[in-house]
Antibody, heavy 119, light 108 residues
Framework: EVQLVQSGADVKKPGESLRISCKASGYTFISYWITWVRQMPGKGLEWMGRIDPSDSYTDYSPSFQGHVTISVDKSITTAYLQWSSLRASDTAIYYC????????????WGQGTLVTVSS | EIVLTQSPGTLSLSPGERATLSCRASQSMSSSYLAWYQQKRGQSPRLIISGASNRATGIPDRFSGTGSGTDFTLTISRLEPDDFALYFCQQYGVSPFTFGPGTAVDIK
């Protein structure tokens, strides 16, 4: 069974750093991209970017480029989304998800990680 | 960037009725790369349609997708209580793989 299990909710202050994780199991990790999707409170889905775990190639939405970093650790089949300096506007649920490659839809989603940024 | 627009924003219907949801792209795109996702309150999204018209595994046949070019439609033939949710379209052919803003199907 394909599973993407995300780290738990976190509360941070503006300016702090954060890394959230997404542990994949039940499939060949390097065969599928991991993508991250943001959902702000009461809002829609926003595609942030993706990584190819086979070579760590990343592709970011212009809306998120430079503010977040996506990475993987193949040895533990885990993907990460990190911020070096959080803003209050980063408060959202973040989903990791997998897609086979370009031209394939997202076919499996993590449970989401709620990040709250508040002073 | 391909911008997706969904209409209506909210659809208020009764169980048993037909739901028709629209997704319009800012530029012509291949229908091969248009998906629909369902999101119930407090849950992660779920893939229901890919390639504009292909139902995902386990999705009942009351869900159907059509369209090409810039105009795509998700139809739920007879709404069941479990279908009242948010629906998002997404294009996954050209990065960034943008989502539409969603249509909420709620109980009238």
């Amino acid at each position: 069974e394909v599973q993407l299990v995300q780290s738990g909710a976190d509360v941070k202050k503006p300016g702090e750093s954060l890394r959230i994780s997404c542990k994949a199991s039940g499939y060949t990790f390097i065969s599928y991209w991991i993508t991250w999707v943001r959902q702000m409170p009461g809002k829609g889905l926003e595609w942030m970017g993706r990584i190819d775990p086979s070579d760590s190639y990343t592709d970011y939405s212009p809306s998120f480029q430079g503010h977040v970093t996506i990475s993987v650790d193949k040895s533990i089949t885990t993907a990460y989304l990190q911020w070096s300096s959080l803003r209050a506007s980063d408060t959202a649920i973040y989903y990791c998800a997998r897609m086979y490659s370009n031209g394939w839809p997202i076919d499996s989603w993590g449970q989401g990680t709620l990040v709250t940024v508040s002073s | 960037e391909i911008v997706l627009t969904q209409s209506p924003g909210t659809l208020s219907l009764s169980p048993g009725e037909r739901a028709t949801l629209s997704c319009r792209a800012s530029q012509s795109m291949s229908s091969s790369y248009l998906a629909w996702y369902q999101q119930k309150r407090g849950q992660s999204p779920r893939l229901i349609i890919s390639g504009a018209s292909n139902r995902a595994t386990g999705i009942p046949d009351r869900f159907s997708g059509t369209g090409s070019g810039t105009d795509f439609t998700l139809t739920i033939s007879r709404l069941e209580p479990d279908d009242f949710a948010l629906y998002f379209c997404q294009q996954y052919g050209v990065s960034p793989f943008t989502f539409g803003p969603g249509t909420a199907v709620d109980i009238k």
